[in-house]
């Protein structure tokens, strides 16, 4: 029968000793710098998620802003070729510009429409109205001033915090 | 107390012989797959940022674009709406935004537009704008004394 003191210079007891020693160590340590690193990651991770979700919902913004200034542009720019005359409106009404046809004057009226919160065409012979520009929060963010030939146009868009001022200078072409 | 003695050992000798092995590679392992998972995770990161990245910058031209173009039609109607003349006023830009107008004229006798006043009465008006000093957009268009 061997004895207990015996049994502890047996390797099997040594390793098993020495298996308790690293173990304890090794845990530790390996806990510690996997709490550490994940903390480091996560954090990391985290704060990614966030800008990636802030700096889309930034961009989408703008974008739609930038959508915004290119549909007013475009509507104005066209309208403003055609046209000979621009009278200024009372708001709602910013004012109809008066294009000349074969078949006699066509209205093109800008206006705001506060349901929409946008900038408003509408075509006073087929009665049709369309959107040019949409994000606009109150009536006084957009000016009509015309001079002459001369037109210029200031709209303020404000979107999600963002807000950007486009001013657009325009010429009534038809003489 | 022998009877502990001889649990003791079967303990020791089925403990020793697998299971402490295993211990230990487990000990070394974990350390390894942490670093692993990190090298992974930082890959991610690294990919997520770019696409951050590049979808800013994509939203930053498009957005220079869109107001460069506002100011290049503003600049030309302006000039529509000027008398012929040999030099344009420009407009005042927003802030960042720089414009500048060239003009050319006609040349009948075939070389084209030409720098000098060719007293033809056609011109070619280049509307040239910039933001924060790089180019964004060039337009032409024409003029004519009547």
Redesign the interface.
């Known amino acids: 029968m061997r004895s207990i003191r015996g049994l502890h210079r047996r390797q099997g007891m040594t390793r098993l000793r020495c298996l308790r020693d690293e173990q304890a160590g090794v845990t530790l340590v390996e806990l510690l710098t996997a709490l550490g690193i994940s903390t480091f990651v996560l954090a990391f991770v985290g704060t990614a998620l966030f800008q990636f979700y802030k700096v889309t919902g930034w961009g989408n913004d703008r974008m739609l802003l930038a959508a915004d200034f290119q549909n007013a542009e475009l509507w104005l720019g066209r309208d403003s070729v055609q046209a000979n005359a621009f009278s200024p409106g009372s708001v709602p009404s910013y004012g109809t510009f008066t294009i000349p046809t074969s078949t006699g004057n066509r209205g093109i009226r800008y206006a705001y429409s506060a349901s929409d919160k946008s900038l408003t065409r509408t075509d006073l012979t087929s009665g049709r109205t369309v959107i040019a520009a949409r994000d606009i929060a109150n009536a006084s963010d957009v000016s009509f001033v015309v001079s002459g030939r001369r037109l210029t146009v200031t709209i303020l868009a404000t979107r999600g915090g963002l807000s950007d001022t486009f001013n657009l200078h325009l010429t009534l072409r038809v003489p | 107390m022998?009877g502990r003695?001889r649990l003791?050992?079967s303990f020791?000798?089925n403990?020793?012989?697998q299971n402490?092995q295993t211990?230990?590679d487990q000990?070394?392992f974990?350390?390894v797959e942490?670093?692993v998972s990190?090298a992974v995770?930082?890959l991610g990161?690294v990919l997520?940022?770019a696409?951050?990245g590049t979808?800013?910058r994509?939203?930053?031209t498009?957005?220079d674009r869109?107001?460069s173009?506002?100011l290049a039609?503003?600049?030309l109607?302006?000039i529509?709406?000027d008398a012929f003349a040999s030099a344009y006023a420009t407009?005042t830009p927003?802030t960042g935004y720089a414009i500048s107008v060239a003009v050319d004229y006609w040349d009948p006798g075939g070389s084209g537009f030409l720098a000098s006043d060719t007293g033809s009465g056609l011109q070619k008006i280049t509307v040239s704008v910039s933001h924060g000093g790089s180019p964004v957009l060039t337009v032409e268009d024409y003029k004519a004394d009547r």
Do not use: C, N, W
Request: aromatic fraction near 4%; proline fraction near 2%.
């Open positions: 022998m003695v003791d050992m020791v000798k403990f020793t012989k402490a211990l230990f000990a070394g974990s350390l942490e670093l990190l995770v930082s990161l997520l940022l696409i951050i979808g800013t994509g939203v930053t498009t957005v869109v107001a173009e506002g039609r503003s600049q109607e302006q529509k709406a407009l927003p």
